[in-house]
C-alpha cells in the first residue's frame, strides 16, 4: 500500500505513467523505461520513484534501490516507507524501526477501513489473546499504539483510569467516537517523552510489528510502569537465530529468546505463549503473547539511552 496519491502534478507525465502501468504485468522492462523517461519531465516525484522501484524489485532488473533511494531523496520523511524497500533488497535487514513518517501516513490512510480489515477479513485477535492473560482491576492504563480502539474495548472494563497513545491522528479520532478512552494522545513509539512510574499496566496489540529493535520501547515500559505494573504485548512469532527480521508483509517478527532475554534484563518477570493473531492472505500469522510483571530489576541508564543497559 502506497500511502501517498500516484499523482506527478504534471499531466504528460500522469499519462505516461498510466501508459507504464498498463505494460507493468506484460511487459515489465518497457514499464520501467517508459517509468524512467517520465521521471526525466519530474524528477522530483517521490511516488513515481518509488513505483519504478517496485517495477524493477518484483522483475529482478537492476536499479531498484537507486530508485528507492531517489524516492527518499524527493521525500526525506519518507512517508512512502522507501527506506524499508532498500532495506528489505538486503540480504539482512540493517533498518531496526520503520520511518514514523511511513507508520503515520499509512495509518492516518488505513483508518476507515482499520476494524473492518482486521476483525472481518483478518480474524485479528490480539487484544482478546491479550485480555485473557489479565486478571483483576488496573488503576491507570496505557494503550500505546492503541488505533481505533481495539485493544481499549477489551480494557475498559478493568480500568479506572485508560489512555491511548498513538502516531496516527486519524486513527486517534476514530478512537475518540467509541468513547473508550479517558484520554487520548499522539505519541511516536520511537520518541517517546520521558517516563514516570505512573502506570499499573501498559499494553501493546500488534504494535511492535513496526519496531526491529525492542531495547528502547521496553526499557521507557520499565522506567513507566510502578513497582509491580503489568506489560502485555504481542509480536509476530519467527524462528531463526536473528533477535528479529523484517518480513516482505513490512513487519517486524521477533525471536522467543531475544524477548525472553531483554525482558528479564529490564526487571521483568514474563510469562510467552504462542498463538495464531491473525491471517494473511488465509494464512495464520503465528505470535507471541506476552504478559510480563516489572518486578525488582534496576535499570541502568548511560548517555542519551542508545546504550541503556540493565542490571
Known amino acids: 500500500m502506497i500511502p501517498l496519491q500516484l499523482t506527478s502534478g504534471d499531466l504528460i507525465a500522469d499519462r505516461r505513467a498510466a501508459y507504464a502501468e498498463a505494460l507493468a504485468e506484460s511487459d515489465p522492462g518497457a514499464a520501467c523505461d517508459l517509468y524512467a523517461q517520465t521521471l526525466e519531465l519530474v524528477p522530483s516525484w517521490a511516488a513515481g520513484w518509488f513505483r519504478l522501484g517496485d517495477l524493477r524489485a518484483e522483475a529482478g532488473l537492476d536499479g531498484a534501490a537507486e530508485a528507492f533511494a531517489a524516492a527518499l531523496a524527493a521525500d ?19 533498518a531496526d524501526t520503520m520511518p514514523a513518517a511511513f507508520v503515520e501516513a499509512l495509518f492516518d490512510q488505513y483508518a476507515p477501513d482499520f476494524d473492518a480489515a482486521l476483525v472481518d477479513r483478518l480474524d485479528y485477535r490480539a487484544p482478546q489473546l491479550l485480555r485473557a492473560g489479565l486478571t483483576g482491576s488496573y488503576a491507570r492504563v496505557l494503550d500505546l499504539g492503541c488505533g481505533t480502539g481495539l485493544m481499549g474495548a477489551q480494557l475498559r472494563g478493568i480500568s479506572e483510569a485508560l489512555e491511548g497513545w498513538d502516531i496516527s491522528s486519524e486513527m486517534l479520532r476514530l478512537a475518540g467516537e467509541k468513547g473508550l478512552y479517558d484520554r487520548l494522545e499522539k505519541q511516536d513509539l520511537s520518541a517517546l517523552p ?56 513490512r513487519r517486524y517478527a521477533h525471536a522467543l529468546p531475544y524477548l525472553e532475554d531483554l525482558l528479564d534484563r529490564a526487571g521483568f518477570s514474563a510469562r510467552i505463549t504462542q498463538a495464531v493473531l491473525r491471517t494473511d492472505g488465509g494464512t495464520p500469522v503465528e505470535g507471541h503473547v506476552v504478559q510480563a510483571v516489572r518486578t525488582d530489576g534496576v535499570l541502568r541508564r548511560q548517555g542519551d539511552g542508545e546504550d541503556a543497559v540493565f542490571a
Open 76 to 94: 526525506p520523511a519518507d512517508r512512502l516507507g522507501a527506506s524499508l524497500r532498500i532495506d528489505m533488497l538486503r540480504d539482512r535487514s540493517l
Open 194 to 249: 520521558p517516563a514516570m512510574a505512573a502506570w499499573d499496566l501498559v499494553t501493546a496489540a500488534d504494535v511492535f510489528a513496526y519496531l526491529g529493535a525492542l531495547e528502547g520501547v521496553v526499557a521507557w515500559v520499565s522506567r513507566a510502569l510502578r513497582a509491580g505494573g503489568g506489560f502485555a504485548f504481542t509480536v509476530e512469532a519467527h524462528e531463526g537465530p536473528e533477535a528479529w527480521i523484517l518480513r516482505d508483509s
